[in-house]
């Protein structure tokens, strides 16, 4: 009967010992040897003389956010930190997005005030009931900068459907107006 206990006994104590080593410090990954670990937490708010307006989510419905930046973002850079989300700071203050776990990572690019942002997957129809709230953060972010007065939405260069609050999927450039009753007071 001791025998057995015993061998049940080493068994777990080596298979303690197995497995990560236990550091003191955290190590920096090496993204030269790992190249798909991609950094999307938003880090402490830094602060400049620049700011971006982004979107997000509160109570289901879209929220302005202002952040302060060290220059002003082209719009791919703003893209990038409206798909990152909200700071720890914002989501402390109820902010979230409809944009997280979607995997979306776009491309933007600006012609004649017209921004075309390029899905290479799907963020509409993915289940999701906030598919609109998604797509309406995209649009009001993008047309606050001067330079874009409206949006369309493409896929391997083809345009998509986009769901609005109140009409069926379209095709054709939206606004910021397109989204309007989402906005609070609205």
Same mark, same amino acid.
């Given at each position: 009967?001791? !025998? ?53 989510? !509160? ?8 952040? !302060? ?21 914002? @989501?402390? @203050? ?93």
């Amino acid at each position: 009967m001791r !025998r057995p206990l015993a061998l049940v006994t080493a068994v777990c104590l080596l298979a303690a010992g197995c497995g990560v080593p236990e550091e003191d410090t955290a190590r920096e990954i090496d993204r030269s040897r790992h190249p798909r670990v991609v950094d999307t937490a938003p880090t402490a708010q830094p602060s400049g003389p620049a700011s971006e307006r982004l979107f997000l989510v !509160r109570d289901g419905q879209l929220a302005s956010v202002q952040r !302060r930046l060290p220059s002003e973002p082209d719009a791919q850079a703003l893209l990038a930190d409206l798909l990152r989300g909200p700071t720890d700071a914002e @989501q402390q @203050q109820g902010l979230g997005s409809a944009l997280i776990g979607s995997d979306a990572a776009a491309t933007v690019t600006v012609v004649d005030g017209t921004a075309t942002v390029e899905l290479p997957v799907a963020i509409e129809g993915t289940g999701r009931n906030d598919d609109v709230l998604a797509f309406g953060q995209i649009v009001c972010t993008l047309t606050g900068r001067r330079d874009i007065l409206q949006v369309v939405f493409t896929r391997q260069g083809q345009r998509i459907g986009v769901p609005r609050p109140d009409a069926p999927l379209t095709q054709q450039p939206l606004r910021a107006d397109d989204y309007a009753s989402l906005l609070p007071g609205e």
